[in-house]
């Protein structure tokens, strides 16, 4: 624990990227997700979602979020129509000033239509609860207050309903009997309403330090040498004069 709360505090010193300390965010995207629990899930299955994000400083944000995703098993057929409402907190490191990783944690209240025809089991369900987290990476390779985002979530889910099936196993994060599934994503986020910081100067090493300040030196010493010798060319042309 002490060498992870180590790790944490070199990351968040260890960069100066130029990003916000306030601001809002719009983005959305598109989700790939897969059952993780009682039911081995199809490989190909998709969604879409939306979210707000408040910032309130260079390091932490909040974000409300709204997805949908299609779920299917493939050891046992079986659907699952999701909709998902979110509420998260972020945190962000500086690594590089176009790369910006992140974590998360959170939880969701989700409404979930389940279909297992070979059982005649098909039931709509809401008010079911997960436990999410999640870690990805703004990039920002796009035009001002645009940035690109990956993330990867994994949600557990308080009961053993999700799937339409219940069976022993699964459990996700917290093991038991509970159902979970696991997100990839990528989309943009877009951001406005801004308080900018900018990026701190890099201090120069010791030793290149030391010799600009020899040369800063030295230049203002030829310079005083050079106005001393005008200084007594002036005051010998007087002398001349009288």
Known sequence: ?????????????????????????????LNSVRYTGDVVGEDLNFGGNLYVQRDLSQN??????????????NSI??????????LG????????DNIKPY?????????????VPSIKYNKSNFGEISADIFFGAYFDWLPENWM??????NH???????????????????????????????????FWDRTVKEKAPEALPAGLSDANEEAKQKNIEAKLKTIDAKLDKVLSEIEKIK
């Open 103 to 115: 974590i998360g944690t959170g939880f969701s209240m989700m409404y979930a239509k389940k279909d």
């Open 77 to 86: 057929k079986t659907t699952t129509e999701h909709f998902n409402i979110s």
């Open 156 to 190: 557990t889910i308080s009961t053993d309903a999700f799937d339409g099936v219940s069976a022993m196993g699964g459990g996700g994060l917290f093991g038991g009997g509970l159902d979970s599934y696991i997100q990839f994503e990528a989309g943009v986020i877009y």
């Open 1 to 29: 624990m002490k060498k992870l709360l180590m790790l944490l505090l070199v990351l968040t010193a260890s960069g100066f990227s130029q990003y916000h300390d306030q601001g809002w965010g719009l983005g959305f995207g």
């Open 60 to 73: 932490s944000g909040f974000r409300f979020r709204l997805d949908y995703n299609h779920f299917t098993g």
């Open 148 to 153: 690109l985002k990956g993330e990867f979530s």
């Open 89 to 96: 907190y972020i945190f962000r490191f500086f690594l590089e």
